[in-house]
């Protein structure tokens, strides 16, 4: 028998949703001065929510001088003032944390139950967590006399907007930074409601600005000489641009790329636990997730029992609706998405893998792919070495630890792993071979504002969250 679950949906009254937005300088919402917009829309029914404001080189210098201005008032305020700010943003997204989730729904595609539970809660806790560190900098083991590096260029991608938004812009004012912060094109909104939030905390103007604009707003950002360090999320493509454009000047850089995560799973691992860690490895957030779990590297004798588990949990899986409290896998951010996602399936079909797809029935409007992973992968295929970014899953066999540890490896990313099986002993061996910057034991995709994340080789550079995360923004901290 089966049951089925009637619809469970959020309510979309809380949001107030503008006709137009304009850019977030020195306090203030003002026009572009070229007048230009572009829109940003719902990806799972494709409706137009709002215009947005795209900024260009001089909209850009407008914000660096804002944020210069902002800077004077910023740095001289004690830093225990400067956490009350912090404190006072954390608890505002608290108190609005229903009307983000759900706009953060309403522009991403991503489940409500993820924003409501995951992406708002974490963010508001990303503010609490550094407006504590704000008038302790001098005890968090970076030196005596800490020096923020001025005005931070900020750059973060689509798939979580306003938690890498809270990444960024937390630890840089508790070190004493201004902001300039560029949302990535598909999903500025919540962005925009951040910025609000700024106002009705009375944050000093200026001390964070926000722009709107596409790749060559991001390079305008890059590029102008009275940013002190930028900070950026996003494709290792753009990051090593980004890179080459900073290098041979004096300013700070922090790069979180891209990722082709193993998710290891031993004999002896719990096979129920480990089928759950699979499914939020990679399914999670539709798959858009850098850190994600993508490559399942099972130990041979225990494959099939794992992967008929694991077929039985993705028939479970609901893909629908993000609004609906009971949708597990919302829509693809954008048809771009989609179709990078789709083309690189098929190229682990041609290259002679094969498909496993939950049986899901798609809506006819928006951006959807169902929950997939793919047998008989080798090393070479495409799908083992890039980076898809969206539910597809690719398993990979071993029989040795050894041959676990050197397929893991093999990857120009070093971001993330996963480690499954019953004996600490091996889980400690594992992680010390694994070059990865965070590894989960029998978890995975934890997050917490005091753990720092980060990746090795094309992942990126630096760290962020944690005591290390504030060393990334201040001046010669290490
Ligand atoms: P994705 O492939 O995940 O969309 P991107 O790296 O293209 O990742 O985008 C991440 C962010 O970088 C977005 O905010 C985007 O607008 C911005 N961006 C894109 N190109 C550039 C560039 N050349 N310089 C600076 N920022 C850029």
Redesign the pocket.
Known sequence: MTFEYSSAPESKAIVTIDPVYKLFIGGKFVAPKGGKTFTTINPATEEVLAKIAYAEKSDVDKAVKAAQEGLKVWSKMAPSERGKYLYRIARIMQERAREFAVLETMDNGKPIRETRDIDIPLSAAHFFYHAGWADKLEHAGVGSNPKPYGVVGQ?????FPLLMLAWKVAPALATGNSVVL????TTPLTALLFAQVCQQAELPAGVVNIVTG??A???A??NHPGINKIA????T???K??ARSVAGTDKGLTLELGGKGANIVFEDAPLDETVEGIVNGIFFNQGHVCCAGSRLLVQENIQDELLEKLKRRMSQIRLGDPLDKNTDIGAINSREQLEKITELAISGDTEGAERFSAACTIPAKGFWYPPTFFTGVTQAHRIAREEI?GPVLSVISFRTPQEAIEKANNTPFGLSAGVWTDKGSRILWTAKHLRAGVIWANTFNKFDPASPFGGYKESGWGREGGRHGLAAYLKGAK
């Open positions: 750059i973060i991608p689509w798939n560029k949302p990535a094109e596409d790749g707003t991001g390079a950002i890059v950026f999320t996003g494709s493509d753009v990051g641009l980004i970014f």
